[in-house]
């Protein structure tokens, strides 16, 4: 079965960039979608159809996807951003979820 | 304001049943496929279960298969998911969600099912 692979943490100071994996086999041929989920809150959707963000998320969430990999990248990472983070990809009807990544901003 | 509350999670012993339910409120579900998705304590998240907009293509893990069933009520714009033979790894917090362009843009605050005996 199709598996999404992420590192379990990352670390960034405050200011600079984080940059989050996602790797899954031709995942560059899916899209590939990315959520954030604070402390006793629900996942919210941050990154969908590779590169495009929703109403409301700020500029400085961005995502692309090539080969293997996909990459959420935080620019001017702010405390605020302090989150678990999830990729996402659809493998025929079924909905494949990453392992998801700890971002700590320290 | 688009609004998706579940509710029916409980404490329920091995082997029990479960039915847990999402209202939507703001939009009307008919003219969306339906989506719940769990998070153990402390894990990450697991896609549970599609459904389409008329009830026609309903999906499942593997996990669950066989055991949960989805279904939805529109004119309550409501969607159910009926949880059978229930296991101590069905331990979770159940969210409903919708999806738009292949993302899942809106989920409610969620449901907690705790399976122990």
């Known amino acids: 079965s199709y598996a999404l692979t992420q590192p379990p943490s990352v670390s960034v100071s405050p200011g600079q960039t984080a940059s989050i994996t996602c790797s899954g086999d031709?995942?560059?041929?899916?899209?590939a979608y990315w959520y954030q989920q604070r402390p006793g809150q629900s996942p919210v959707l941050v990154i969908y159809?590779?590169?495009k963000r929703p109403s409301g998320i700020p500029e400085r969430f961005s995502g692309s996807n090539s080969g293997n990999t996909a990459t959420l990248t935080i620019s001017g990472t702010q405390a605020m951003d302090e989150a678990d983070f999830y990729c996402?990809?659809?493998?025929?009807?079924?909905?494949?979820f990453g392992g998801g990544t700890k971002l700590t901003v320290l | 304001d688009v609004q998706l509350v579940e509710s029916g999670g409980d404490l329920v012993k091995p082997g029990g049943s479960l039915r847990v339910s999402c209202a939507a409120s703001?939009?009307?579900?008919?003219?969306?496929?339906m989506h719940w998705v769990r998070q153990a304590p402390g894990k990450g998240l697991e896609w549970v279960s599609s459904i389409s907009t008329s009830s026609t293509y309903i999906y499942y893990a593997d996990s669950v298969k066989g055991r949960f069933t989805v279904s939805r009520d529109n004119a309550k714009n409501s969607v159910f998911l009926q949880m059978n033979s229930l296991r101590a790894e069905d331990t979770a917090v159940y969210y409903c969600?919708?999806?738009?362009?292949?993302?899942?843009?809106?989920w409610g605050q969620g449901t907690l099912v705790t399976v122990s005996s």
């Open positions: 996402q990809a659809w493998d025929n009807d079924a909905v494949i």
């Open positions: 703001g939009f009307t579900i008919s003219g969306y496929s």
């Open positions: 031709k995942l560059g041929d899916k899209s």
């Open positions: 969600a919708t999806v738009t362009d292949g993302g899942f843009d809106y």
């Open positions: 159809q590779d590169t």
